[in-house]
T-cell receptor, first 112, second 113 residues
Framework: QKEVEQNSGPLSVPEGAIASLNCTYS??????FFWYRQYSGKSPELIMS????GDKEDGRFTAQLNKASQYVSLLIRDSQPSDSATYLC????????????FGKGTKLSVKP | DAGITQSPRYKITETGRQVTLMCHQT?????MFWYRQDLGHGLRLIYY???????DKGEVPDGYVVSRSKTENFPLTLESATRSQTSVYFC????????????FGSGTRLTVV
């Protein structure tokens, strides 16, 4: 059973705080992991990719991967109201020939 | 325009009618995908294509038909639209099946009445 699980939220954080978004997946063979941001009424936008265990930083965003625990996370430092969106976790799925499988997303709300 | 474009942006159709959603990309990406997004289900793969004239079913292919005669175009046809096909449809493209992530078009909001 292919599964990519995320808390649906909403996750509410104050402006300037760290937002922590989590994702678990069930395919141990997955090799590529992605975070997408989707504003209401818009299409998903790729913001982070990670392929090996550890942390990957890009500006205010940090992706963390732990393959042993089958866990991916996204940290957003100094959260801004413009970060309010739904964040989708995506994992390439060997069982589906490597196509991406998406979680249902976590809705983040950053309060001024 | 460079990128991936979908048309129309909005479409209302009646039950039983055939409707085609268009997708065009200018990057010459080999892979193209059709997803539908519904509340409570997230993004679900309908069909994908690895190259011109090569297509395959995804998770929810029933009621849909695709073709890919040219690398840049990947139309999705609902042969006889049903209310359950009311959804937001996203086309995406990529250089690979899943190694680099996908780039999505702006979407088509389809309502079947």
């Amino acid at each position: 059973q292919k599964e990519v699980e995320q808390n649906s939220g909403p996750l509410s954080v104050p402006e300037g705080a760290i937002a922590s978004l989590n994702c678990t997946y069930s395919d141990r063979g997955s090799q590529s992991f992605f975070w997408y941001r989707q504003y209401s009424g818009k299409s998903p936008e790729l913001i982070m990719s990670i392929y090996s265990n550890g942390d990957k930083e890009d500006g205010r965003f940090t992706a963390q991967l732990n393959k042993a625990s089958q866990y991916v996370s996204l940290l957003i430092r100094d959260s801004q109201p413009s970060d309010s969106a739904t964040y989708l976790c995506a994992v390439n799925w060997r069982g589906s020939q490597g196509n991406l499988i998406f979680g249902k997303g976590t809705k983040l709300s950053v309060k001024p | 325009d460079a990128g991936i474009t979908q048309s129309p942006r909005y479409k209302i159709t009646e039950t039983g009618r055939q409707v085609t959603l268009m997708c065009h990309q200018t990057w010459s990406h080999s892979y193209m995908f059709w997803y539908r997004q519904d509340l409570g289900h997230g993004l679900r793969l309908i069909y994908y294509s690895a190259a011109a004239d090569i297509t395959d079913k995804g998770e929810v292919p029933d009621g849909y038909v695709v073709s890919r005669s040219k690398t840049e175009n990947f139309p999705l046809t609902l042969e006889s639209a049903t209310r359950s096909q009311t959804s937001v449809y996203f086309c995406a493209s990529s250089e690979s099946r899943g190694d680099y992530g996908y780039t999505f078009g702006s979407g088509t909001r389809l309502t079947v009445v």
